[in-house]
């Protein structure tokens, strides 16, 4: 997610993340003992509108003269997925026709981007949930004894949980989870299917982001390919994508998988994860500090109601393009939309451009100067590689930069003259003959 506190994006050293911006955290409305007094009045009373009371002043009287069965006899056998096609034929709530949805969220914000995850977790209880919606959130604020874990109820609330079983989490206490450790990643998951179970699940993880690896102090490539969520109470342990993320999803029966932070739309990210999400979103080049637009991309999606993963993944890149479209303090901001299942061909595409040509004289401008992460897009366009460039845009299924043209058109690669073993050794390189 997003670049270190007062620097720059042309200076970033040690971690590509989400820039902090200069905002206060929201006054936290929950009232629980611990840091954030969590109390949380949870104003979802469910009221419902729709109520179904159906003064229907059709009476049945219906002088009609053929025997007017009239089933109607306002059973209305509601079950409250508020599909409700009354015989006026309206449809009071857009109910998905895949069924339910948990949306899963893991914000660690014990680094330097406490105050702006905070505003996120602000805007995303914001949001007005329907009854076919269920969100948990497992978010750590800076310093020791903030890690709380919450079901976001909407319209401004959320209520503290406790978990025993996954996370060891209590209600009211004053807990530490550290954010680096898969297991605290595989406890929200396990937690929030157990807790809260539906047809579809998407997990969306918050904080600073590296994409394949993290860089080192020298700015070099470090051998460390742990990217993302880094825990400083926990000294600085973050997230492997490669090894770690990719095993605490398999089989966990994802469609949407996304990463609110920077340089993660990246091949090498997403082949990795490939076979365990439907659909993926992120961010070629660093985020700016506020990251995504939490209120509107959800409250978009909510109101369509028949998108299902596909229009979850493609309006977060619209929603994102819409807040950032005039952002005049950042040189390049970019999100895509991408479809996994598209991600076969394209490195069918990779292997074929590689047997026939050489990237190096075709790389372009490095996304993020210094890491040498290039867009693969235009790569092929500069090669007239047809083949490969339209396998990228079959991939990318939503794509918006800032600045003009076609490129970033949506997935980087890595590039060096001489790859380190580490990356040699990642799922992508192994599979096909870009290394």
């Not at 981007?113 to 919606?133: F, G, N, R």
Request: charged share 25%; glycine share 10%.
């Amino acid at each position: 997610m997003r670049a270190l506190f007062f620097l720059l994006v042309l200076t970033l050293a040690a971690c590509g993340g989400k820039s902090p911006t200069y905002m206060a955290p929201p006054e936290d409305t929950d009232s629980d003992t611990g840091a954030d007094s969590d109390s949380d009045t949870d104003t979802d009373s469910d009221t419902d509108t729709d109520a179904d009371t159906d003064t229907d002043t059709d009476t049945d009287t219906d002088t009609d003269t053929d025997t007017d069965t009239d089933t109607d006899s306002d059973t209305d056998t509601d079950t409250d997925t508020d599909t409700d096609t009354d015989s006026d034929g309206d449809t009071d709530t857009n109910t998905p026709s895949e069924g339910t949805w948990t949306l899963i969220f893991y914000f660690d914000g014990d680094n330097s981007l406490d105050d702006v995850i905070a505003t996120d977790v602000s805007t995303l209880e914001d949001v007005v949930l329907p009854p076919w919606l269920s969100i948990v959130l497992l978010w750590d604020r800076s310093g020791s004894g903030n890690t709380r874990l919450y079901h976001v109820t909407g319209s401004g609330s959320k209520t503290r949980l406790a978990d025993p079983t996954y996370l060891g989490l209590s209600d009211t206490g004053s807990d530490e989870l550290n954010m680096g450790d898969p297991a605290s990643l595989e406890g929200l998951i396990d937690f929030s299917q157990a807790s809260y179970p539906a047809d579809n699940y998407g997990l969306f993880l918050s904080d600073h982001g590296d994409g394949w690896s993290k860089k080192s102090l020298d700015g070099g490539r470090s051998g460390a390919t742990k990217a993302l969520c880094s825990d400083d109470s926990s000294g600085g342990d973050s997230l492997s994508v490669q090894t770690e993320v990719r095993d605490v999803i398999a089989g966990k029966g994802l469609e949407v998988i996304g990463f609110d932070a920077c340089l993660m739309a990246m091949i090498e990210t997403v082949w990795v994860l490939k076979d365990d999400a439907s659909y993926f979103m992120g961010s070629q080049a660093t985020e700016p500090g506020e990251g995504w637009d939490y209120f509107n991309w959800l409250t978009d999606w909510i109101e369509a109601g028949t998108d299902g993963g596909h229009g979850l993944a493609i309006d977060e890149v619209i929603t994102y393009g819409e807040y950032y479209a005039d952002y005049g303090d950042w040189s390049l901001v970019t999100q895509s939309a991408i479809d996994m299942s598209m991600l076969p061909a394209l490195g069918e595409a990779i292997d074929a451009f590689m047997a026939a040509d050489n990237p190096s004289g075709h790389l372009g401008d490095d996304i993020q100067p210094g890491y040498g992460y290039y867009d693969i897009w235009e790569m092929a366009n500069d090669a007239g590689d047809t083949a490969l460039r339209t396998a990228v845009e079959n991939a990318v299924i939503q794509n918006w930069h800032t600045g003009s043209g076609t490129a970033p058109a949506g997935i980087s690669i890595y590039y060096a003259n001489s790859f380190p073993g580490e990356y040699t050794s990642i799922q992508f390189c192994v599979d096909t003959d870009w290394c």
